[in-house]
């Protein structure tokens, strides 16, 4: 993408970027949060991202609203 016309700048920013030194991505070097991305600008792009979800963690937060499912207001 950044060898497309209009992102020559970004080129030069990008270079003094890394994982490592980021705040967010810092911790893992982006392994965990980085989608792979294939493709070009002339035919698409195609990004996965991988998503652990731990099925052993039992629910600690929120519950159902209350009100015992009784609307307001008249039937139709």
Known sequence: MFAETGYEESVGNL???TLEGDTVFGDDGGA???ATVTGSVGAGYAVSLPVRVNTRTAPTAG???GGGGRGGGTPR
């Open 15 to 17: 270079a003094t970027l």
């Open 63 to 65: 519950s159902a609203p």
């Open 32 to 34: 965990s949060r980085l």
